[in-house]
């Protein structure tokens, strides 16, 4: 510790990334502890319990529809798009927060992202988990969902190469591929360390197993550490890419309330949004329940709320926009979507949406808030909700009014579409809980790298 | 010395432990100074300036992955271009079938999945990992290197190598302990017990595949396997179709009376006949009709003639296209024949997508036209026989459209040599053919269909004279 005073990086900022009385050996046993606990928390056993249940609900959704058709979903002409593809967008959304953290902020040398980079890439997989799932039961016969990959076939057919919703098919499996080998690589190192401290054996094979004989050797970390840039500097691009070619699927179609090149930036801006959120929304109980607060301290909550903050007001700038270029454009169909959006039938979701996700987050303009853990919570759970709702008013207020009036629907969710929504929470909360149970939550290895001591100085010279 | 195993395996090295960063980067200045090749640091993170303490070259991943990247990249374009525009090209809406701007998320997503895939690999592959057995492990004290202690590691094979030497200087350097490292006496294999797991498993796992394998290509008569019936077999009625759910069994119903379809409204009261128009008829009707109606509309056009020749030399079968000056179209509604021209009847095809509509009803006033001037032309019949003017209804009467008199089979049955001809009725029974019989075939011809012709025919309402005139000349015909 009498070594800070040299270091150079860390004293601009007016409190260190690890707090406490920390040394490597602490930062081992504080997260390896967890694991290495005969039994988890109270609270644990409390939401795996509840998340197993769900996920039990999603199941049985998911065996009813299979069996019976996407009828038992609320879709219907002319809302032909409803809640599947609203929860697929919210849930590959809520992962773009995860590569922001991992890889946009490793390449920009915030430090502050190794205390929560663990744990929202590992909320970046299984979101996209919930996320792929989507599209993949709504096409009705899922045992033909190979169809969607350039694959021979008996049709000799091949797929449309110049379609979005094709274009999306590569983007969330690359984007998933990438993200589950970016967030294994960083695993390595940290399950070695708890091979290394594993005293059963069955932990030991299975950790072991896993680590893949890392030994710390420097001539592997040389090409370790150049090859997790590299993987950063890719997936820099392509979380931007991914939730552009979402927002294409709904861009490129020719429907007003769709069809606008706004849509790359804003659903960008959108998902590291609600993906800010949903790190929050975890980490504030995680910590606690985990014992992690010297780790992922309240200084990594304050800087999430101020991006939570930044991305809202470039959401809300877009929302203003559309309704500027709407009527900029003279069009008198992209004039009357947005009027029916804000003033239609949907006019309750779309002000939910406004106050949610516009209106809430600027109370973080005040540092007092920005500290209190309850009023944050509070907060993620409403951006949660709102960039939802966000989704949910794009693809149904643009649908339900269309161009021929007999055709007009109120769309309304079935209760199976609402149990599917709420299963899929169930999955990605079981997947949280299991990840949070047996892998390294912090990133050891890279948390130890922060401290003062993990700098040599070079007095020798 | 105590920590570390020794059963009597090879000697791997000696390791050395430090406590600190600095004390190890120093170390390992010294040690590559001294001119060892074969030794390494290990720590719990990557220490920053360890990299140049050891000489570590800088590694040459960041060109394999750039190199893989555009391989990635390369094959999405061909990819895509020999998918979508050479094998199993995509006409959609008239567009280019290669247009690369549509191509470029695809192109995109595909140099990264190459890139991240070799940096990651790479990276493995380049390390020697994954390696299950590693002398190190079995030393107690190397396992803090994953927690807070940072070693080096001078490996027995290095040429400088000299155990005592090695201890000593590494102490020398500040370790806090220096110990020996041996290989393990056993092999580094699998333990037994997973090598039989897994091969039970490996067997096991080839058993669908071999399934697979077995039904490949081959056919079955037993039934496919309908996962989900619902799918499959769907309760929903078809156009044309029997239903149980109205009162007539007709599942296409009925036009609401008074209503007129979309599209049926075609509404020629605003059509002026003038002489313009009925030149444009003219116009219409020489480049469109004339070919089997003839210039003059008594369907010997000029495909009419070819055919016949060819009908006559036994090459081909032909229906003579009808004569329009007979009194039979001279006495059908504009609409009737509107609706031939755009649906088309028999053997003659629908032109309703070849000729506007406004065009349509200019061939019709066309058609007035050529009927009105002919009309005069109609055959005396004074002084002819019973069966010369029987024959002439034969034709006036389209009777010749659907049947012959030589034996030939058309729509109809052939009309010659009928009467004590024996034939199988519609209803399985036999009956020869007598005079009676004739006449009720003309006058409600579907009451005793023959066997092996379509019920097609329509009445034919004549006088009793034109009846025994037609009559006589279908007798004389042997």
Known sequence: ?461 | MTETLNDNGELYGVVAEFDDVTTLCNAAEKVREAGYTKWDCHTPFPVHGLDDSMGIKFTKLPWVVLAMGLTGCTLAVLMQWWMNAVDFPYDISGKPQWSLPANIPVIFEMTVLFSAFTAFFGMWIANGLPLWYHPLFRNKRFSRVTDDKFFVAIEAADDLFNSAQAHDFLKSLGASDTEDVYHSAESAGLPGSLKGKLVVMACLATIPLSMVYNSYGKTTTEPRVHLVPDMDKQDKFRAQGQTSLFADGRMSRAQVEGTVAQGDLDDHSNNVVNAAFIDRGEERFNIYCSVCHGFDGRGDGAVHRRATELADAGHASWIPPSNLILDLYAGQSDEELYSTITDGIRTMPAYGGQILEKDRWAIIAYVRALQMAQKGDSVDTTGMTSEQRGALLFDSQTCSTCHTVNGARLIGPPLNGLLGQEITLDDDTTLVIDEKYILKSITNPMAQARKGYPKAMLEVELTDEDLTDLLNYIKSQK
């Open chain 1, 1 to 461: 510790m009498a070594n800070s005073a040299s270091t150079t990086h860390l004293d601009i900022f007016p409190e260190d990334l690890v707090q406490g009385t920390n040394d490597f050996h602490s930062i081992t046993e504080t997260v390896c502890g967890i694991i290495e606990a005969p039994k988890p928390p109270k609270a644990w056993y409390i939401i795996f319990g509840t998340a197993l249940a769900m996920l039990g609900v999603l199941g049985a959704m998911i065996v009813y529809l299979v069996t019976t058709g996407v009828g038992v979903w609320g879709n219907n002409q002319p809302v032909a798009w409803g809640w599947p593809i609203v929860n697929f967008v919210f849930w590959v959304g809520i992962g773009h927060a995860g590569t922001l953290i991992s890889a946009v902020l490793f390449l920009f040398r915030q430090d502050w992202r190794t205390g929560i980079n663990r744990f929202s890439e590992a909320m970046t997989i299984f979101a996209v988990v919930c996320a792929g799932m989507f599209p993949a039961i709504h096409v009705g016969r899922i045992w033909f969902i190979w169809w969607v990959f350039p694959l021979p076939n008996q049709m000799a057919m091949w797929p449309n190469f110049r379609s979005p919703l094709l274009w999306d098919v590569f983007a969330v499996s690359t984007y998933f591929s990438v993200s589950l080998l970016f967030w294994y690589m960083g695993l390595v190192p940290d399950l070695a360390s708890v091979r290394d401290r594993a005293v059963s054996k069955t932990k030991r094979f299975w950790y072991g197993l896993f680590s893949l004989g890392w030994t710390g050797s420097n001539r592997q970390w040389h090409r370790y550490e150049r090859a997790y840039l590299v993987l950063a500097a890719l997936a820099t691009p392509l979380v931007l890419s991914v939730h552009s070619v979402v927002s294409f699927d709904f861009a490129v179609s020719q429907l007003a309330g769709w069809h606008t090149t706004i849509f790359p930036p804003y659903f960008v801006a959108g998902a590291i949004f609600s993906g800010f959120a949903m790190v929050l929304t975890l980490s504030i109980p995680a910590r606690k329940i985990f014992g992690l607060e010297e780790l992922i301290t309240l200084r990594h909550i304050d800087n999430m709320t101020k991006v939570i903050m930044a991305t809202g007001m470039m959401v809300g700038y877009a929302y203003a926009m559309e309704f500027f270029m709407a009527w900029y454009s003279g069009n008198e169909y992209e004039g009357f979507t947005f009027i029916n959006r804000a003033f239609g039938p949907y006019a309750w979701a779309y002000w939910i949406m406004v106050s949610c996700n516009v209106l809430s987050p600027q109370i973080f303009w005040f540092k007092k808030i920005r500290r209190n853990l309850v009023v944050v919570f509070i907060m993620s759970l409403f951006v949660n909700v709102g960039m939802w709702f966000e989704r949910f008013v794009i693809t149904v207020t643009s649908l339900n009014r269309d161009f021929l009036p007999s055709s007009w629907h109120y769309f309304t969710p079935t209760w199976v579409d609402i149990l599917t929504l709420i299963g899929s929470f169930g999955l990605f909360f079981t997947l949280f809980m299991l990840f949070c149970r047996f892998l390294p939550q912090v990133a050891i290895s890279e948390v130890k790298n922060v401290l003062p001591q993990a700098h040599p100085h070079h007095d020798a010279h």
